[in-house]
């Protein structure tokens, strides 16, 4: 192998590191969330400065780019390497944060899979060091970020002409990093955090899949030159792209402000739910046209990413939204399985008031 394989291969290892020591190293907010500690019941705790660590790993990024140590588009140079490299991470973290562990009672696929671990946390002392779910989301949503830049970096500099969709497609998905980052409270209250364990699942989704995959519009585009795409149209797939943030955005935002001030009011709608003795469930607003719109804004939003770079007959860029489309009509027959197991006939009661599933009118 040259020097360049060898180095690209290491390379997703070298930023997840410079990540983590930013993460443990910055300021960062401490809040609770809405999970309880299996043991003591008590609220967990998490470190959140994902605002921090983003702007600070794009600054390191630009730096060693000035000096010449590492070329602005090396991600895009190593692409191939580097994507071994996390996949080999991502494997060895599987194999970490589930053999160690006592099993869930499933099989040991199943275990490797979803994972035995609900809510790992890294503490030395009593000095809280690392949450394992929002430092594997943190990897995922900066490495993304730097590969988009990279990306954009290797058609700057040797695609003409310039294709201002591509540049389009990169500051949608930029917008899709710093969303999630300066909202990372509001993810504490999402089936995630609540619901998911630590497996390969969401530990190589996170390494390995999350930064690589998400950004195949760009991958798969980013060596071809303008197409001469009207600006209606561009302006067509930005109304796509921001419809689907207005929804996922808007419907997680809601459910956050109602599970912290169940009385408080959300873009001046005041909560209407449904209740027994010891739930309540939110039935109007975003949560009142379906029963997981947010899952419709965010497959919404991977179409417009798909479409920005204008080139719609590549079938590479669909993959993002087909893979949502997989992901999240599974994940919402899942999730309703646990919420019937949860509320039983309350949620019975919910599901004859919101009647659709994902998509209003339709599904």
């Known amino acids: 192998m040259s020097t360049q394989q060898i180095l690209g291969f290491f390379t997703p290892w070298i930023i997840y590191a410079a990540i983590t020591i930013l993460h443990i190293g910055l300021p960062a907010l401490r809040r609770k969330g809405y999970v309880r500690h299996e043991q003591t019941g008590k609220l967990l705790e998490y ?51 589930v053999l160690p562990y006592p099993s869930s009672g499933k099989n040991i696929f199943a275990d490797l899979w979803f994972g035995r671990l609900k809510d790992p946390q890294c503490k030395k002392g009593n000095n809280f060091l690392i949450d394992g779910k929002m430092w594997l989301y943190l990897i995922g949503a900066v490495t993304l970020q730097l590969k988009v830049l990279s990306f954009l970096a290797y058609h700057w500099q040797n695609v003409y002409p310039f294709n201002p969709g591509l540049l389009m497609g990169a500051a949608m998905l930029t917008f899709f990093v710093w969303d999630y980052l300066s909202f990372e409270r509001v993810h504490l209250y999402t089936y995630d955090f609540i619901a998911e364990r630590v497996g390969f699942k969401l530990g190589f989704g996170c390494l390995a899949f999350y930064p690589y995959f998400y950004s195949i519009a760009i991958w798969s585009t980013a060596h071809l030159p303008n197409p001469g795409h009207s600006q209606w149209l561009s302006a067509f797939f930005i109304i796509i792209f921001v419809s689907g943030w207005v929804l996922a955005r808007g419907a997680n935002l809601q459910k956050y402000y109602f599970k912290i001030s169940p009385a408080k009011k959300f873009l001046g709608i005041m909560p209407e739910v449904i209740r027994d003795e010891k739930h309540s469930l939110l039935v109007n607003g975003f949560w009142g046209k379906s029963r997981h719109i947010n899952y419709l804004g965010e497959i ?12 719609p007959g590549v079938l590479w860029v669909w993959l993002y939204p087909l893979y949502y489309v997989v992901l999240l009509f599974t994940r919402q027959a899942d999730d309703d399985k646990i919420c019937g197991a949860k509320y039983g006939k309350l949620w019975d009661k919910y599901k004859e008031r919101v009647k659709y599933r994902i998509i209003p009118y339709i599904y």
């Open 47 to 97: 470190k959140l400065n994902g605002h921090l660590v983003l702007p600070g790993s794009i600054f390191i990024w630009l730096v060693l780019g000035y000096i010449q140590l590492v070329p602005y588009d090396w991600l895009y140079q190593v692409r191939w390497y580097s994507l071994a490299g996390a996949v080999s991470l991502g494997l060895l973290f599987t194999l970490i944060i």
């Open 300 to 311: 919404l939003m991977a179409c417009g990413i798909a479409l920005a770079a204008g080139y």
